[in-house]
């Protein structure tokens, strides 16, 4: 840490004493000057909650706008309940797809301040954009959009003025996600033991935040949307966001920062076109006679330094220093299509161990899916009506929120701190890949819970009138559990999955790490589309409508909870025999510090 501490201390002006000059941050973070950054004067929870308020914020505003606008489509562009799933369908799709291009600009060239700061303009002018044109073209006659007062058809300009709207709205959320989490751990020293344990805790009040933010949308804001006030939920949403925006900025003089480290697929392909054209070179039997950049030299990764790995042994020939990799002086040329430095060469190793063990989120990802779609009609299937208060089905999410937010508490307060004395260890409790297989865990307990209501729900409404349509008897409260225990399982599963991402993925691929998160609940919405389709053709018969038809009083759809449930018992197990071959990253400090990350094991 030499360099960045002579760095660092001739910015400070003389007469403070050792301890109060060696105060740089040890992860290679720089400030807003670009100097490297000052522990005292940057970064640390002034900022980390900056950003959380940001966060909250700007989920306020993105849900103001998804949460309804189904019914949007449909009470206000009239569109049927067919072509209204399909856009809002493509439009989610879209914003995951949207995570993968921010993820990509922020670690390759602009870095995640900019990034976020650039897409959370082109965010709050999305919802400047849909609120005039919903006011101006879309809202006629005055009041229409609620369950009675239909609103007047629409000219080619005000159709063409909304999906504009909403699809800024969707790059700009989507480039801005993937980036504020890492932006926000970026504040925290995980070289620093009492900031890694900052670090550590940010995640789960990222996630909190993020619940908070939607709490709000889902209720208060999603009521005065459903009863037609359109406009002024969308110009609340915009007010939010740019609320979000202003914060953001005024946080600059103490955020610090990461440097871009160039285009990754450009390093990804050197080191696969390395390794191919050396294929028949025989390799030493250590790893000590490989490439690696000089102790001085960062600028690979801006930072640290991966150490080598076994593993995926074809690709350290990447890093075999051959005759023709020199000149006649014996130095290296410095071809990165025929030499890549060992740190390069990890970089891809990193990402291929990362692969198994995100595709087992994605099967946790169809589980979370269904309390926006199936857990929602079931809901609309039971007794609704409480003291003549209707509650509306959707609004039972509200239990998930509250169970994340009990459950946080609970986890970082009370089993956190007991993991780690009955491991003997102060420092670290369950890993982050035990508390995704909790996650995992809880999940089919969810499942199980959703199926033991859904078959008491069939057995009133058989007792009911099996082939109508009314809701049964069977009190919606009934599905609490099921939404707590889909709380809990966020809890360990997706905060687990921000930190893992975080941690396990190289200095320059941050972003891209948290991207994977968001990637992995979009194709949790496929594959659950997909698996409903696949259920509805095998179980559809001429006497059966099938285990989901339009009227769940004659179908199974506890049949189908208790298939997830299983497909996820069966995930577990897969997942526990990835996480088992899984090997941690493992760093050297910034340039010099020699320091090897702890194994997770589960």
Same mark, same amino acid.
């Given at each position: ?63 103001? %706008? ?36 921010? !993820? ?22 999305? =919802? ?7 006011? =101006? ?47 926000? !751990? ?161 970089? %891809? ?38 003291? *003549? ?28 701190? =007991? ?28 499942? %199980? ?53 975080? !941690? ?95 194994? *997770?094991?589960?």
């Amino acid at each position: 840490m030499a360099n960045c501490l002579e760095i660092c201390n001739e910015n400070l002006q003389g007469g403070e004493t050792k301890e109060e000059r060696e105060v740089c941050t040890l992860d290679g973070t720089i400030d807003w000057h670009g100097q490297p950054a000052i522990r005292s004067k940057s970064g640390g929870w002034v900022a980390g909650i900056i950003i959380l308020l940001n966060q909250g914020l700007a989920t306020l505003a993105f849900f103001g %706008v998804g949460v309804n606008l189904v019914l949007f489509l449909t009470r206000v562009l009239q569109q049927n309940n067919a072509d209204a799933a399909n856009s809002v369908s493509k439009w989610t799709g879209t914003v995951y797809i949207f995570s993968l291009v921010g !993820a990509f600009l922020s670690d390759s060239y602009w870095g995640r301040y900019k990034t976020c700061a650039i897409f959370q303009i082109i965010f709050v002018i999305g =919802l400047v954009s849909l609120s005039i044109t919903s006011q =101006l073209f879309l809202i006629k006659p005055k009041g229409c959009g609620d369950e009675d007062t239909p609103c007047e058809s629409h000219s080619r300009l005000g159709n063409a003025l909304f999906y504009l709207s909403i699809y800024l709205i969707a790059l700009g959320n989507g480039g801005y996600q993937p980036n504020i989490a890492t932006f926000g !751990a970026d504040q925290f020293d995980e070289e620093d033991s009492t900031e890694g344990h900052s670090k550590v805790a940010f995640f789960s009040y990222f996630y909190l935040a993020l619940n908070l933010g939607s709490l709000f949308s889902n209720t208060i804001l999603g009521y005065f949307e459903d009863e037609g006030v359109w406009a002024l939920g969308f110009w609340v949403s915009a007010g939010s966001a740019f609320a979000a925006l202003v914060l953001f900025l005024c946080g600059i003089p103490r955020y610090r920062h990461f440097k871009p480290s160039g285009n990754p697929l450009s390093r990804f392909c050197q080191v696969i076109v390395a390794a191919a054209k050396k294929s028949t070179v025989k390799m030493p039997a250590s790893g000590d006679e490989l490439y690696s950049l000089d102790a001085k030299d960062c600028s690979m990764n801006r930072g640290r330094r991966i150490l080598h790995t076994h593993g995926f042994k074809f690709l350290d020939r990447a890093a075999y220093i051959s005759s023709r990799d020199l000149d006649n002086q014996g130095r290296g040329i410095g071809n990165p299509w025929r030499l890549c430095p060992i740190t390069q060469v990890e970089e %891809v190793k990193c990402i291929l161990r990362l692969l198994p063990i995100w595709l087992c989120t994605i099967i946790y990802s169809v589980v979370f899916t269904q309390m926006a779609s199936l857990f929602v009609e079931q809901g609309a299937a039971m007794k609704t009506v409480v003291s *003549n208060f209707h509650i509306p089905p959707a609004s039972m999410s509200s239990f998930d929120i509250l169970s994340v937010a009990v459950f946080i508490f609970l986890y970082r307060r009370v089993l956190d701190p =007991l993991a780690g004395k009955l491991r003997k260890s102060d420092s670290k409790g369950l890993t982050e890949l035990q508390r995704m297989g909790i996650g995992l865990i809880i999940a089919v307990m969810a499942m %199980v819970s959703a199926g033991i209501v859904e078959c008491y729900r069939l057995k009133y409404a058989k007792g009911d009138c099996t082939h109508c349509e009314g809701s049964s008897s069977l009190s919606i409260f009934w599905q609490v559990p099921q939404y707590a225990f889909i709380g809990a399982s966020e809890v360990f599963m997706y905060v687990g999955q921000l930190e893992f991402f975080n !941690a396990q993925t190289p200095d320059g691929l941050k972003s891209f790490g948290s991207a994977l998160c968001m990637t992995s609940i979009s194709l949790g919405n496929y594959v659950s589309s997909l698996l409903v389709t696949m259920v509805m053709k095998i179980s559809t018969e001429d006497h059966m409508p099938g285990w989901i038809p339009g009227n769940l009083n004659r179908g199974h759809l506890d049949r189908f909870y208790f298939l997830l449930a299983g497909l996820t018992a069966i995930d577990f197990a897969v997942y526990i025999m990835c996480a088992r071959w899984y090997k941690c990253i493992k760093l050297e400090g910034k340039c010099e510090e020699n320091e090897d990350l702890e194994h *997770n094991k589960v």
